[in-house]
């Protein structure tokens, strides 16, 4: 089983600072996909990447592939009480889409 | 634009009862899964389906079983509740066309055994 662990399990920072959350997997994967998750509802996909070193922004969201495709990080610059929720990693193993996810960031932004 | 739609929202089941929990989906995704989510421990991968009459298990199958008898519905199935079964559930649908297709989780359902 491919061990992925995500840190720190807890956030809880002001409205305006900038945060950074890690997934780190036990070995090398092929792609991941990062969601947020808002209480009450599923995850919802934010941004797949695939590409070793790759960096992907969405809006005030940055997140990046480690060379080494181990590991990879959200930074959220700014943070807005908006932010608010479970941040999950997830890889995906052989063809039929099974994803194995991390256990997940909460992370709060306080107004 | 209903997309994964699961019901019931919340249950409480009494250890040894049986229920079914429903999943349907309106985007003619091939791609069927259902997953529980526990405090700390992520979203693990219950049952799975590739398609119409094809099912196969994932991480924590047992005490459930599931049939993929439309492309639209998945149904998740308890036999005999017991308290650790206690959990949200997910299902989540996507295309088969990449590996990379995005998961549509619906809202989940809460369930309780007691």
Not at chain 1, 28 to 51: D, H, K
Not at chain 2, 1 to 9: C, E, F, L, R, S
Not at chain 2, 89 to 100: I, R
Not at chain 2, 105 to 111: A, M, Q
Request: hydrophobic share 30%; glycine share 10%.
């Amino acid at each position: 089983t491919q061990l992925l662990e995500q840190s720190p399990q807890f956030l809880s920072i002001q409205e305006g600072e900038n945060l950074t959350v890690y997934c780190n997997s036990s070995s090398v994967f092929s792609s991941l996909q990062w969601y947020r998750q808002e209480p009450g509802e599923g995850p919802v996909l934010l941004v797949t990447v695939v590409t070793g070193g790759e960096v992907k922004k969405l809006k005030r969201l940055t997140f990046q592939f480690g060379d080494a495709r181990k590991d990879s990080s959200l930074h959220i610059t700014a943070a807005q009480p908006g932010d608010t929720g479970l941040y999950l990693c997830a890889l995906s193993r052989g063809s039929a889409r099974q994803l194995t996810f991390g256990s997940g960031t909460q992370l709060t932004v306080l107004p | 634009n209903a997309g994964v739609t699961q019901t019931p929202k919340f249950q409480v089941l009494k250890t040894g009862q049986s229920m079914t929990l429903q999943c349907a989906q309106d985007m003619n995704h091939e791609y069927m899964s259902w997953y529980r989510q526990d405090p700390g421990m992520g979203l693990r991968l219950i049952h799975y389906s590739v398609g119409a009459g094809i099912t196969d298990q994932g991480e924590v199958p047992n005490g459930y079983n599931v049939s993929r008898s439309t492309t639209e519905d998945f149904p998740l199935r308890l036999l005999s509740a017991a308290p650790s079964q206690t959990s949200v559930y997910f299902c989540a649908s996507s295309s088969q066309g990449s590996y990379n297709s995005p998961l549509h989780f619906g809202n989940g359902t809460r369930l309780t055994v007691t």
